[in-house]
T-cell receptor
Framework: DAGITQSPRHKVTETGTPVTLRCHQT?????MYWYRQDPGHGLRLIHY???????DKGEVSDGYSVSRSKTEDFLLTLESATSSQTSVYFC??????????????FGDGTRLSIL | AQTVTQSQPEMSVQEAETVTLSCTYD???????LFWYKQPPSRQMILVIR??????QNATENRFSVNFQKAAKSFSLKISDSQLGDTAMYFC??????????????FGAGTRLTVKP
Protein backbone atom coordinates (compact mmCIF):
# COMPACT_ATOMS: atom_id res chain seq x y z
CA ASP A 1 0.00 0.00 0.00
CA ALA A 2 1.16 3.51 -0.80
CA GLY A 3 2.34 5.39 2.29
CA ILE A 4 -0.36 8.02 2.63
CA THR A 5 -1.69 9.20 5.97
CA GLN A 6 -4.60 11.55 6.36
CA SER A 7 -5.34 13.32 9.62
CA PRO A 8 -7.69 13.58 11.29
CA ARG A 9 -9.80 10.60 10.19
CA HIS A 10 -12.96 12.14 11.55
CA LYS A 11 -13.84 15.68 12.56
CA VAL A 12 -16.99 17.45 13.67
CA THR A 13 -16.97 21.21 13.82
CA GLU A 14 -19.26 24.21 13.67
CA THR A 15 -20.11 26.54 10.83
CA GLY A 16 -17.70 29.46 10.57
CA THR A 17 -14.72 27.76 12.16
CA PRO A 18 -11.45 27.18 10.32
CA VAL A 19 -10.50 23.59 9.53
CA THR A 20 -7.22 22.14 8.28
CA LEU A 21 -6.82 18.61 6.95
CA ARG A 22 -3.39 17.11 6.53
CA CYS A 23 -2.07 14.62 4.01
CA HIS A 24 1.34 13.08 4.59
CA GLN A 25 3.14 10.79 2.14
CA THR A 26 6.29 8.73 2.46
CA UNK A 27 6.60 7.90 -1.26
CA UNK A 28 8.33 11.12 -2.40
CA UNK A 29 5.77 11.46 -5.20
CA UNK A 30 5.62 14.74 -7.03
CA UNK A 31 1.87 15.10 -7.39
CA MET A 32 -0.65 15.37 -4.57
CA TYR A 33 -4.40 15.91 -4.79
CA TRP A 34 -7.38 16.70 -2.61
CA TYR A 35 -10.79 15.35 -3.56
CA ARG A 36 -14.17 15.46 -1.95
CA GLN A 37 -16.64 12.60 -2.24
CA ASP A 38 -20.37 13.22 -2.14
CA PRO A 39 -23.28 10.90 -2.99
CA GLY A 40 -24.17 11.08 -6.66
CA HIS A 41 -20.99 12.93 -7.60
CA GLY A 42 -18.18 10.44 -7.20
CA LEU A 43 -14.87 12.13 -6.43
CA ARG A 44 -14.33 15.73 -7.45
CA LEU A 45 -10.94 17.44 -7.49
CA ILE A 46 -10.56 20.41 -5.16
CA HIS A 47 -6.89 21.37 -5.57
CA TYR A 48 -3.72 19.66 -6.59
CA UNK A 49 0.01 20.22 -6.27
CA UNK A 50 2.74 19.47 -8.79
CA UNK A 51 5.63 20.35 -6.52
CA UNK A 52 6.64 22.23 -3.38
CA UNK A 53 4.79 25.55 -3.35
CA UNK A 54 3.25 24.74 -6.73
CA UNK A 55 -0.51 24.30 -6.57
CA ASP A 56 -3.50 24.79 -8.81
CA LYS A 57 -7.28 24.75 -8.62
CA GLY A 58 -9.46 21.81 -9.45
CA GLU A 59 -13.11 21.45 -10.32
CA VAL A 60 -14.58 22.55 -6.95
CA SER A 61 -12.02 24.89 -5.36
CA ASP A 62 -14.27 27.66 -4.01
CA GLY A 63 -14.02 27.94 -0.23
CA TYR A 64 -10.79 25.92 -0.04
CA SER A 65 -7.11 26.75 0.02
CA VAL A 66 -4.04 24.51 0.04
CA SER A 67 -0.40 24.69 0.90
CA ARG A 68 2.59 22.50 0.27
CA SER A 69 5.79 23.60 2.01
CA LYS A 70 7.41 20.16 1.91
CA THR A 71 7.24 17.32 -0.60
CA GLU A 72 5.60 15.02 1.92
CA ASP A 73 2.84 17.28 3.25
CA PHE A 74 -0.21 18.76 1.54
CA LEU A 75 -2.65 20.76 3.65
CA LEU A 76 -6.25 21.56 2.82
CA THR A 77 -7.81 24.52 4.66
CA LEU A 78 -11.41 25.58 4.96
CA GLU A 79 -11.06 29.19 6.14
CA SER A 80 -14.66 29.43 7.35
CA ALA A 81 -16.42 26.10 7.16
CA THR A 82 -19.97 25.88 5.82
CA SER A 83 -22.48 23.02 6.02
CA SER A 84 -22.10 22.46 2.25
CA GLN A 85 -18.51 21.38 2.92
CA THR A 86 -19.66 18.39 4.93
CA SER A 87 -18.13 15.54 2.97
CA VAL A 88 -15.53 12.81 2.89
CA TYR A 89 -12.15 14.18 1.82
CA PHE A 90 -9.53 12.07 0.10
CA CYS A 91 -5.90 12.79 -0.52
CA UNK A 92 -4.16 11.09 -3.44
CA UNK A 93 -0.63 10.96 -4.79
CA UNK A 94 0.99 10.04 -8.07
CA UNK A 95 4.45 10.00 -9.52
CA UNK A 96 5.75 12.22 -12.26
CA UNK A 97 4.78 11.19 -15.73
CA UNK A 98 7.51 9.01 -17.18
CA UNK A 99 5.41 7.15 -19.67
CA UNK A 100 2.80 4.51 -19.13
CA UNK A 101 -0.04 4.70 -16.68
CA UNK A 102 0.44 6.64 -13.48
CA UNK A 103 -2.67 5.91 -11.45
CA UNK A 104 -3.35 7.81 -8.33
CA UNK A 105 -3.09 6.13 -4.95
CA PHE A 106 -5.44 7.24 -2.21
CA GLY A 107 -5.39 7.80 1.51
CA ASP A 108 -8.13 6.40 3.74
CA GLY A 109 -10.19 9.59 3.75
CA THR A 110 -11.34 12.12 6.35
CA ARG A 111 -15.00 12.35 7.26
CA LEU A 112 -15.77 16.01 8.01
CA SER A 113 -19.10 17.08 9.46
CA ILE A 114 -19.96 20.75 9.78
CA LEU A 115 -22.93 21.51 11.98
CA ALA B 1 -13.66 18.90 -20.38
CA GLN B 2 -13.81 15.17 -19.95
CA THR B 3 -16.90 13.64 -18.39
CA VAL B 4 -17.44 10.12 -17.12
CA THR B 5 -20.90 8.58 -16.84
CA GLN B 6 -21.91 5.51 -14.89
CA SER B 7 -25.57 4.94 -15.67
CA GLN B 8 -26.22 2.22 -13.08
CA PRO B 9 -26.38 3.69 -9.55
CA GLU B 10 -26.95 0.26 -8.00
CA MET B 11 -26.62 -3.36 -9.07
CA SER B 12 -26.80 -6.72 -7.42
CA VAL B 13 -25.56 -10.19 -8.35
CA GLN B 14 -25.70 -13.64 -6.86
CA GLU B 15 -22.50 -15.09 -5.52
CA ALA B 16 -20.52 -17.00 -8.20
CA GLU B 17 -22.33 -15.30 -11.07
CA THR B 18 -21.02 -12.71 -13.52
CA VAL B 19 -21.89 -9.03 -13.54
CA THR B 20 -21.01 -6.17 -15.87
CA LEU B 21 -20.76 -2.53 -14.80
CA SER B 22 -21.10 0.15 -17.47
CA CYS B 23 -19.06 3.29 -18.02
CA THR B 24 -19.05 5.79 -20.86
CA TYR B 25 -16.89 8.86 -21.24
CA ASP B 26 -16.66 11.91 -23.39
CA UNK B 27 -13.33 13.24 -24.65
CA UNK B 28 -11.68 14.69 -27.71
CA UNK B 29 -8.32 13.22 -26.71
CA UNK B 30 -6.88 10.27 -28.58
CA UNK B 31 -4.42 9.15 -25.92
CA UNK B 32 -5.65 8.52 -22.41
CA UNK B 33 -6.03 5.97 -19.65
CA LEU B 34 -9.07 4.45 -18.04
CA PHE B 35 -9.36 2.92 -14.60
CA TRP B 36 -11.78 1.11 -12.36
CA TYR B 37 -11.48 1.73 -8.63
CA LYS B 38 -13.26 -0.24 -5.91
CA GLN B 39 -14.39 1.34 -2.64
CA PRO B 40 -15.53 -1.21 -0.05
CA PRO B 41 -17.35 -0.17 3.15
CA SER B 42 -13.93 0.49 4.70
CA ARG B 43 -13.80 3.56 2.43
CA GLN B 44 -10.43 2.70 0.90
CA MET B 45 -10.02 3.43 -2.80
CA ILE B 46 -8.48 0.37 -4.42
CA LEU B 47 -7.29 0.25 -8.01
CA VAL B 48 -8.90 -2.74 -9.73
CA ILE B 49 -7.80 -2.50 -13.34
CA ARG B 50 -6.37 -0.06 -15.87
CA UNK B 51 -6.48 0.28 -19.66
CA UNK B 52 -4.33 2.31 -22.02
CA UNK B 53 -6.40 3.74 -24.87
CA UNK B 54 -3.74 2.91 -27.47
CA UNK B 55 -3.96 -0.79 -26.62
CA UNK B 56 -6.61 -2.75 -28.48
CA GLN B 57 -6.38 -5.74 -26.16
CA ASN B 58 -8.74 -5.60 -23.21
CA ALA B 59 -7.10 -5.60 -19.80
CA THR B 60 -7.62 -8.54 -17.45
CA GLU B 61 -6.78 -8.98 -13.76
CA ASN B 62 -7.82 -12.37 -12.42
CA ARG B 63 -11.65 -12.32 -12.19
CA PHE B 64 -11.84 -8.72 -13.45
CA SER B 65 -11.81 -7.81 -17.13
CA VAL B 66 -12.85 -4.86 -19.21
CA ASN B 67 -14.58 -4.39 -22.53
CA PHE B 68 -12.98 -1.30 -24.02
CA GLN B 69 -14.72 0.12 -27.08
CA LYS B 70 -12.74 3.21 -28.06
CA ALA B 71 -14.98 4.34 -30.91
CA ALA B 72 -18.06 4.07 -28.71
CA LYS B 73 -16.18 5.60 -25.74
CA SER B 74 -17.30 2.74 -23.56
CA PHE B 75 -15.35 1.00 -20.79
CA SER B 76 -17.30 -1.69 -18.96
CA LEU B 77 -16.06 -3.86 -16.10
CA LYS B 78 -16.90 -7.54 -15.94
CA ILE B 79 -16.59 -9.40 -12.66
CA SER B 80 -16.64 -13.17 -13.02
CA ASP B 81 -17.37 -15.65 -10.23
CA SER B 82 -18.57 -12.85 -7.96
CA GLN B 83 -17.58 -13.10 -4.32
CA LEU B 84 -19.07 -11.53 -1.21
CA GLY B 85 -15.91 -9.45 -0.86
CA ASP B 86 -16.68 -7.78 -4.19
CA THR B 87 -19.51 -5.86 -2.51
CA ALA B 88 -18.42 -2.25 -2.89
CA MET B 89 -18.87 1.00 -4.75
CA TYR B 90 -17.11 0.93 -8.11
CA PHE B 91 -15.82 4.07 -9.80
CA CYS B 92 -14.79 4.47 -13.40
CA UNK B 93 -12.08 7.10 -13.98
CA UNK B 94 -10.48 8.84 -16.96
CA UNK B 95 -7.03 10.37 -17.20
CA UNK B 96 -5.42 12.18 -20.12
CA UNK B 97 -2.04 10.95 -21.21
CA UNK B 98 0.94 13.23 -21.26
CA UNK B 99 3.76 14.81 -19.37
CA UNK B 100 1.97 18.10 -18.72
CA UNK B 101 -1.43 16.80 -17.78
CA UNK B 102 -0.69 16.54 -14.07
CA UNK B 103 -2.24 13.08 -13.99
CA UNK B 104 -5.61 14.75 -13.48
CA UNK B 105 -8.36 12.14 -13.13
CA UNK B 106 -12.09 12.49 -13.66
CA PHE B 107 -14.43 10.09 -11.91
CA GLY B 108 -17.91 8.81 -12.58
CA ALA B 109 -20.58 8.97 -9.88
CA GLY B 110 -20.13 5.30 -9.03
CA THR B 111 -22.10 2.04 -9.09
CA ARG B 112 -22.94 0.35 -5.81
CA LEU B 113 -22.59 -3.41 -6.28
CA THR B 114 -24.05 -5.88 -3.81
CA VAL B 115 -23.12 -9.56 -4.03
CA LYS B 116 -25.81 -11.73 -2.48
CA PRO B 117 -25.11 -15.13 -0.91
Amino acid sequence: DAGITQSPRHKVTETGTPVTLRCHQTENHRYMYWYRQDPGHGLRLIHYSYGVKDTDKGEVSDGYSVSRSKTEDFLLTLESATSSQTSVYFCAISESWTGGTQPQHFGDGTRLSIL
Amino acid sequence: AQTVTQSQPEMSVQEAETVTLSCTYDTSESNYYLFWYKQPPSRQMILVIRQEAYKQQNATENRFSVNFQKAAKSFSLKISDSQLGDTAMYFCAFMKQGRYNNNDMRFGAGTRLTVKP
